[in-house]
């Protein structure tokens, strides 16, 4: 498996994910007991808590579950449905005759961008899971006052990858004289 994810990516970029959020469910775990009956559940723009609830299992470990979620689930799919497969074809969401027309070349090309480009996606959504998770906590615990500008810069570059990976596949999806078979 990591052979074949090599050819793409990084693997440690998966590592790297897995180690950011084991370190955030341990970090919660270990931070549970000293939590107040009160912690903060929703952050305003500017990062600042605007909404708290009591302290349950579901108000302090949900974000953690989905962000576990999102995470295996992008993995996954990027694995099983874009690397793994022999024939990236079946996958490219384009009318058939439109695939039919274009270059093996042209097909790895659009492979490689939506991996790539998941990869960072899947890394990104990570680390703002994680650093609301660790604002989540120390707002509750005292330790800072909200979440700062972190998760907005995250979803600027979350904006920003989709962004560019709508151009990448676009741009290799066109046929030209070059490339029609």
Known sequence: MWEKISRFYPPWLDVASAVCLGFVWFYTASRYGLM???IPTHFGFGGMPDAWSVKSFSSI?????????VWLS??????FLIIKPEDPRKFINLPQ?????????QIEAIRQATVQGMVMINLTMVLMFVLIQYGMVNTA???????????????GALLFETVWLTWKTISLSKLDSRTKR
């Open 74 to 79: 992008m993995f996954l799919i990027n694995y």
């Open 97 to 105: 005759a439109k695939k039919d027309a274009m270059s093996g070349e």
């Open 36 to 38: 107040p009956d009160k």
């Open 61 to 69: 470990y949900m974000m953690l579950v989905i962000g576990t979620l």
């Open 141 to 155: 615990l005292g330790m800072q006052k909200g979440l700062g500008w972190g998760v907005n810069i995250l979803v």
